[in-house]
């Protein structure tokens, strides 16, 4: 599985960015996709993931409220728009996917994209 994020940028605060993960390859299917973010010397931190089968949504308190992730199974495409955006959500952001389902979104994704760098600016 191949998987291409985009739509990162440098935004001032209060601003929004929607964020793209193109999904490709094989497995064609996958259970869930998942929104990542990482500041250089700290720890990844999972945004948000949604179920392929379902569409159930889980979210950090730290973006809930201002962030909504959504898929489009057509297109193998998933999205993350972010609201009113906060200098403290200045980080790389990564897609991945979960093949199996098997462990809790946080853990258990198999499938890594590249990051695409968000900036916000005070």
């Known amino acids: 599985v191949q ?12 601003g929004s960015l929607r964020l793209s993960c193109a999904v490709s390859g094989s497995p064609s299917t996958y259970k869930a996709l998942g929104w ?4 250089p010397g700290k720890e990844r931190e999972g945004v948000s993931a949604i179920s392929s089968q379902d569409g159930s949504t889980d979210y950090a ?3 809930l409220g201002r962030f909504t992730i959504s898929l489009d199974n057509d297109k193998k ?3 993350l728009q972010m609201n ?6 200045t980080a790389d952001y990564f897609c991945a996917v ?7 979104w946080r ?3 198999d499938y890594w994209g590249k990051g695409t760098l968000v ?3 005070s």
Do not use: C
């Open 61 to 63: 308190h730290t973006v």
């Open 77 to 79: 495409t998933g999205y």
């Open 107 to 109: 853990y258990g994704m």
């Open 36 to 39: 990542f973010r990482q500041v």
């Open 84 to 89: 009113s955006l906060k200098p403290e959500d």
């Open 98 to 104: 979960d093949v199996d389902g098997i462990n809790p």
């Open 119 to 121: 900036t916000v600016s």
């Open 3 to 14: 998987l291409q994020a985009s739509g990162g940028g440098l935004v001032h605060s209060g």
